[in-house]
């Protein structure tokens, strides 16, 4: 029955598109001397769907970007599921777009994950209120006070993960990843540890997040509606924590500039609001924002983790320098028996080096997606009115042009690159106003991960094959054999 109803739908939405596709074309527009990118807008009903998936389905991913850029040039019209698209694979094009100084764009989701999202969410809101939340979640995700904490966090749970790995069976890295990522998430954004509250939250969100790519029929039996129901039970959770908290800093008068910021919970909760943009952030609000921030956070940093490690696999000569360089760490603190501080982890040069290239070549998130709201001109390319375009991330991080021998990974390469900052061609964490404000919780979760890593174990990895689509995978989960380091 759901199946039936699913496919009915899908005939519509295609009719619908074939109707876009007849009355919405507005191609030969100019604006000043900006034109709208050459390009194809493909079948009736289908555009360049079909073409378009198969080749993210495909062990090379670039070819629906490569063809087109070598018949149009870098930035090219398409139709994608039933909307005009432009693709930059230019990163000059997509810096103006990410950077959005003229708010000229908007975030533009499937509608599956619209539905999913609230309307006050981080990752939909715009203007004002949006910096506002931005600024407090970025602010507290970047302060050494937090990395200094959540260090031993990390330390602990990676540390309880390894040695649940033996030399008898096949170790899942991508299952097992997921281990250490979530706990430190949720330890993050609410101060939640081990326990029934943990297991809950895993088991709601696991089923939550089946229905960010489905189709957006929302009643019930709809993969949508299940998924909406597992929101609803998290948000109800969390509230309850926002309301306890609430309390507690009324009680304790804790409302001060000076009191310890212990997660992005009491971040949120401790902002006073001001004239631009009126209120305090509602405990619904807040509530809503900790289960929507899970979303960017707990898919992407395991599969950063998992990349690296099958990287690694395939590069001896890489994986022995980061063993060396690690080393070198252990024995030094092992010797004066001091802890690690996160600035230890942060300043291996060579580990740096490693977590850029598995960022670069793993692309795990592919393109960044926005809408105009007004006709736009960019290096003479014109953005029409309430089109989409997508920033592609990997074609830039994969062109010859800005990286050499861009399918080798080859960590040495960022000697010579140099700093990461303010590098066009290098934006996996995106950038302008929407920078992810985990970025820097993200390298540093990698370069302990790393460490334990490689400084406990040796290990051989089976055979097995990157999937891009729809979001980055192992198709085997990457098993490995392990074998302790006797030191
Ligand atoms: C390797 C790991 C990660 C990668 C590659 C990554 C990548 C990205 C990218 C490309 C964006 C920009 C999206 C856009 O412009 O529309 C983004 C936004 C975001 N990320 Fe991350 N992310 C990672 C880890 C995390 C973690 C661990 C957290 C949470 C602690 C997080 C929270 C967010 C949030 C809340 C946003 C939305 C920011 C906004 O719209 O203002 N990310 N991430």
């Not at 309390?247 to 008068?253: S, Y």
């Not at 830039?396 to 303010?422: L, Q, S, T």
């Not at 934006?427 to 993200?442: I, K, Q, T, V």
Request: net charge positive.
């Amino acid at each position: 029955m759901e199946w039936m109803i699913e496919v009915c739908v899908v005939i519509g939405m295609l009719l619908m598109s074939w109707w876009i596709l007849l009355y919405g074309k507005n191609d030969e527009k100019t604006v000043g001397k900006g034109k709208v990118p050459k390009g194809n807008s493909g079948w009736p009903l289908l555009g360049e769907t079909l073409d378009f998936i198969a080749s993210g389905y495909s062990s090379t991913p670039l070819t629906f970007f490569e063809k087109r850029k070598s018949l149009y040039g870098n930035v090219f019209k398409t139709c994608i599921l039933g909307s005009n698209v432009i693709i930059s694979t230019d990163p000059d094009v997509n810096k103006v777009v990410l950077q959005n100084h003229q708010a000229n764009f908007v975030p533009a989701y499937p509608k599956s994950i619209r539905e999913l999202m609230g309307e006050q969410s981080i990752l939909k809101m715009n203007g004002t209120m949006h910096k506002k939340v931005h600024t407090l979640i970025a602010g507290f995700l970047r302060s050494p006070q937090l990395k200094a904490r959540i260090t031993r966090d990390i330390e602990h749970t990676v540390k309880q993960c390894l040695a649940s790995w033996t030399s008898h069976q096949p170790i899942y890295v991508q299952d097992q990843v997921k281990k250490i990522t979530f706990p430190v998430l949720v330890k993050v954004l609410m101060s939640v540890g081990p326990g029934e509250e943990l297991d809950f939250l895993y088991r709601e969100f696991a089923e939550f997040i089946k229905g960010l790519i489905c189709l957006p029929l929302k009643f019930p039996g709809t993969r949508l509606y299940k998924s909406l129901k597992s929101k609803d039970r998290m948000v109800k959770m969390v509230r309850k924590i926002v309301e306890e908290r609430k309390k507690v800093m009324i009680d304790n008068d804790a409302d001060d500039e000076g009191d310890a910021v212990n997660d992005v919970l009491d971040a949120l909760l401790r902002d006073k609001g001001d004239s631009s943009s009126s209120a305090r952030l509602s405990p619904e609000m807040i509530s809503q924002n900790i289960i929507e921030m899970m979303i960017p956070g707990e898919e992407t940093l395991p599969t950063a983790m998992t990349m690296a490690l099958k990287f690694l696999s395939d590069s001896p000569l890489a994986l022995s320098k980061l063993q060396e360089e690690n080393m070198e760490l252990k024995r030094l603190k092992t010797n004066c028996s001091e802890d690690y501080a996160w600035t230890d982890y942060m300043s291996l040069p060579f580990t740096q080096n490693v977590i850029s290239e598995t960022l670069r070549m793993a692309n795990i998130v592919n393109g960044i997606w926005r809408k105009s709201v007004n006709d736009i001109e960019i290096k003479g390319y014109l953005i029409p009115k309430h089109w989409c375009v997508m920033a592609s991330l990997t074609s830039v991080h994969m062109d010859e042009k800005n990286y050499e021998n861009p399918f080798k990974f080859d960590p040495c390469r960022w000697e010579k690159i140099g700093a990461v900052a303010g590098c066009n061609s290098f934006a996996p964490f995106g950038g302008g106003n929407r920078l992810c404000p985990g970025l820097e919780l993200s390298r540093l979760e990698l370069s302990i991960f790393l460490h334990h890593l490689v400084t406990t174990y040796r290990w051989v990895a089976e055979r097995d094959e990157i999937i891009y689509f729809p979001t980055v995978k192992m198709k085997k989960k990457l098993p490995i054999s392990v074998q302790a380091i006797s030191t």
